[in-house]
């Protein structure tokens, strides 16, 4: 009996049942890569329907950009989840289990309702054969609208006007950081791929830009004059810096607002929390009750509160071990700035790629000085370390191949002293294989 046809209009009865199907009969973009990629509506408006539209049964934020949604998601979920309001939340990818993508004030989605949902759409999934990404954007809006949320924190994929999650009308969008990544599917240029996260734009909804770039904000001004959509540029009412002590200090104009002892602490919050706080007031406008208090709470506990990992996750000290999911050009540089103000004497870097981005500019930023483990992620999608290492060494990066991530991190702490830095990155992939994050 095939694979397939052992699934065949069975029921699942246990959710590790339900995971090995989606896994390995659903194209997932995570693990394979472009094959599993759909620039396509049509199954995920099926779905909605055959769900009874449950995206139309809450309210939402929708959240696109290149570098910065994920944390922008947590952010302003849990400060609405600290203001009293019953908070979904749909992330992806997830670094540990499945259930991370979906969450209700905090708490992942019960195992028991994946199966109940995966048998529902059963008959479904035979006559439309949606993806995995598909199948879960549903799973998502049916468990909120199931919940009677009171908001949802809605992160977009990829891209944005012809992701699966650009089917619902939410109460704000917001669009953060634009830079290379996917243009393979996106675009050929920043204006291509900012066009395609504008897509999230709906007629009449504000929308927010966390940072005005040079010929990007030009695309979503025109987008948002053509869908008639109030347009806010966060800096002009925000910015954020760190002082010495390693807050983030937060201005209105001259005016300093509040110091935050910001979760998770990584340099490119500067870039997010204007835009967080510029959707909070626009929120405000639209009748939520969020006090000040309340974004304070969100902010500095974002991780007790919604579960956030892998941004600037310091995982132990002397010697310091930190990992971190940023991995294109922009994210990068922003992690290096960050070690470089972080004291340490010698560098240690556990490092990853996957396969279907070009590595060049990115090994081109490492440091020199570090130490290299180069390493493979137990997905298809991985670059293989061998050819990570050929790349690395014509960039001048010294180290060698340990394949396994965690392995490659127990050597990195056999030889690092107590006053080194351990860095492990490269790919989100890499991340999620840390056996203690």
Same mark, same amino acid.
């Given at each position: ?270 870039? #997010? /929390? !204007?835009?967080? &706080? ?6 405000? @406008? ?8 309340? *974004? ?81 992620? #137990? /997905? !298809?999608?991985? &670059? ?6 050929? @790349? ?8 060698? *191949? ?36």
């Amino acid at each position: 009996m095939s694979d397939i046809n052992k699934y065949s209009q069975t029921y699942f009865s246990s959710y590790q049942e339900v995971l090995d199907y989606m896994y390995t009969q659903l194209p997932m973009f995570q693990r394979v890569g472009g094959a599993a990629f759909k620039k396509d509506l049509t199954n995920t408006l099926a779905l909605c329907k055959y769900l009874s539209y449950p995206e139309h049964q809450f309210k939402s934020i929708h959240i696109a950009g290149t570098n910065g949604k994920g944390s922008s998601s947590n952010y302003l979920a849990a400060i609405l989840q600290s203001a009293g309001y019953k908070t979904g939340l749909y992330t992806s990818p997830h670094l540990k289990n499945f259930t991370e993508r979906i969450k209700v004030n905090g708490k992942e989605i019960p195992e028991d309702r994946v199966i109940d949902f995966m048998n529902r759409v059963r008959p479904f999934i035979e006559e439309h054969h949606p993806s995995f990404f598909e199948l879960t954007v549903g799973m998502a809006f049916d468990c909120f609208a199931v919940e009677k949320v009171d908001i949802a924190v809605v992160e977009v994929g990829m891209g944005g006007r012809l992701d699966s999650t650009n089917v619902i009308i939410p109460e704000v969008s917001l669009i953060t950081n634009i830079s290379a990544d996917h243009m393979q599917w996106l675009g050929n240029t920043l204006e291509e791929v900012a066009a395609e996260k504008g897509g999230i734009i709906k007629d009449h909804v504000p929308v927010v830009i966390s940072e005005k770039q040079p010929g990007i904000s030009e695309v979503f001004e025109r987008i948002a004059e053509e869908r008639q959509a109030s347009l806010y540029f966060a800096g002009n009412s925000y910015t954020s810096r760190f002082d010495s002590s390693g807050d983030l200090v937060v201005f209105s104009g001259d005016s300093k607002l509040h110091t935050f002892n910001v979760q998770p602490a990584g340099y490119y919050q500067t870039k #997010n /929390i !204007p835009g967080v &706080l510029k959707v909070i007031d626009i929120l405000r @406008e639209r009748g939520f009750e969020i006090a000040d208090e309340h *974004i304070i709470k969100g902010i500095e506990n974002v991780r007790a509160i919604t579960g956030l990992k892998g941004r600037w996750h310091v995982l132990g000290t002397q010697p310091m071990v930190v990992c971190d999911v940023g991995h294109n050009k922009a994210g990068v540089e922003l992690i290096l700035d960050q070690i470089a103000s972080t004291p340490h004497k010698d560098l240690y870097m556990v490092w990853g790629a996957v396969n279907d981005k070009d590595i060049t500019d990115t090994l081109a930023l490492l440091p020199k000085e570090a130490h290299y483990f180069f390493c493979q992620a #137990n /997905i !298809p999608r991985a &670059l293989d370390a061998e050819k990570l290492y050929e @790349e690395a060494t014509k960039q001048g990066l010294k180290g060698r *191949i340990i394949k396994n991530v965690n392995e490659a991190i127990a050597e990195a702490k056999a030889l690092a002293g107590k006053d080194d830095l351990i860095f492990i990155g490269g790919s989100t992939f890499v991340v999620a294989e840390i056996a203690d994050l």
